[in-house]
């Protein structure tokens, strides 16, 4: 009786704990541009300088650069891949806001943060005969990214250090141009004219001049962003509506809900008591493994929830395997312990061995991956993760309290006939 007690209790306040927490988990699962709506953004992309050639290696780089770029600034688990010889494009979820013009306002501030570093120059008037600053002396694709810092100069000033990629490029630069300002300029507008004091040989600047920490990182952001090896045009913006994505995520949720309703049945029906069992640890998993995204702030989006039923299926499996090697052993005569100890036994090997196979295909898709073949990958790693703990460990604890306990000791409730039952 006290084994039984301790299985209620078990499940009672583990169903307690999920009802109480569930609510903030899903209105706290950040959605993606396929079930919320945002922007898609196509780029085309040319080289910064003329004669230059768009190579497979530097679209490539400038695709992970927007990515890290979106990532660094709050974006919601952008998708970025590259099309054709010279083409990338960018898909990012955005609350759209309810009027157009809260949705233009957001769309259009996405696409300032996304195309401002190609624009990106450090200029010189050396042979301008207006005065103008005519002469490009700096790329931003010149700087390394992510080298601009702000630090804390003299006097309590705020300054900016960076660095460059090449450092003769720099001191090339820096020596005819001492004593004179090197301008920088974002998409045409001067944003700082820092006067060049000495001639820099090791590859690092600093800029002085800032009034105030949050204009030092300002600047410090630009040249951050700045760090493209293409520049890009964009050729077309497109909004994609909430009410599309929303569409999609109520028929995923009726898909979702409709199958899990008739694999809990069909696991009742064909194996009765392990089945229930793995039917109460399905519901932990799907639990646990929105705790888990939860937790990681991770967005959700239509390929991880396909990751997120594949690993449903795969801890259902897990539950068969484990499920069918506890009725062989007791269709070969066996007590219902002794049945329950080498059915575990037998089935967690088979069941281990397939998860690190499916493990080592998802890192595989998680390293080498882009955009939404690393998100299906994530998900389906931390399903692996998860369903070891909750279908291969928990319904083993489960089962043991109830086989112990002398109430459950009948074939019948393991769905073996007596028939079926061969003598030792």
């Known amino acids: 009786m006290k084994r039984i007690v301790a299985f209620v209790l078990v499940v009672l306040v583990g169903f307690a704990v999920m009802g109480v927490f569930t609510p903030g988990l899903l209105n706290g699962t950040k959605l993606g541009l396929d079930l919320k709506g945002g922007v898609e953004i196509l780029y085309e992309a040319h080289p910064l300088t003329e004669g230059g050639t768009v190579t497979k290696e530097s679209l490539t780089r400038t695709a992970m650069s927007l990515e ?110 001492v004593g004179k300002q090197l301008a920088i300029f974002l998409d045409d507008q001067l944003q700082s004219a820092p006067v060049v004091q000495q001639a820099l040989t090791d590859g690092t600047a600093v800029i002085t001049g800032q009034d105030s920490r949050q204009e030092a990182q300002e600047l410090a952001d630009i040249i951050n962003l700045g760090a493209l090896p293409l520049k890009l045009t964009e050729k077309y913006t497109q909004s994609v509506g909430a009410t599309l994505g929303q569409k999609a995520l109520e028929d995923t949720l009726f898909a979702g809900l409709l199958a899990s309703v008739l694999i809990l049945a069909f696991m009742v029906f064909m194996y009765r008591l392990p089945g229930f069992v793995g039917s109460l640890c399905l519901i932990v998993f799907v639990w646990m493994l929105l705790g888990v995204l939860y937790l990681m702030n991770a967005t959700l989006t239509l390929p991880g929830i396909a990751a997120f039923v594949l690993g449903v299926g795969i801890a259902v499996d897990a539950n068969i395997i484990t499920a069918e090697r506890i009725m062989e052993e007791l269709r070969s005569g066996k007590s219902i312990a002794s049945s329950l100890r080498a059915g575990a036994k037998n089935s967690f090997r088979t069941i281990i061995d397939a998860h690190l196979t499916s493990a080592i295909a998802g890192f595989v898709l998680l390293f080498m991956g882009h955009g939404i073949v690393k998100s299906f990958a994530i998900v389906f790693l931390w399903s692996i993760a998860v369903n070891i703990i909750t279908n291969v460990f928990l319904p083993r604890y489960l089962l043991n309290l109830l086989v112990k306990s002398s109430y459950f000791t009948k074939p019948k409730y393991y769905n073996v006939k007596e028939s079926e039952i061969n003598a030792l």
């Open 68 to 177: 890290e770029r979106a990532n660094r600034n709050g974006v919601a688990e952008p998708e970025v891949t590259t099309e054709g010889s010279n083409r990338i494009r960018l898909k990012i979820a955005v609350s759209t806001g309810e009027t157009a013009k809260e949705r233009d306002e957001a769309i259009q501030k996405i696409r300032d943060l996304m195309k401002r570093p190609a624009e990106l120059q450090f200029r010189s008037s050396v042979g301008c005969e207006d005065g103008s600053y005519c002469n490009v002396e700096l790329y931003g694709s010149d700087f390394k990214e992510g080298a601009a810092k702000v630090e804390m100069g003299d006097l309590n000033s705020y300054m900016v250090r960076i660095e460059v990629k090449d450092k003769r490029k720099l001191a090339d630069a820096s020596s005819k141009l």
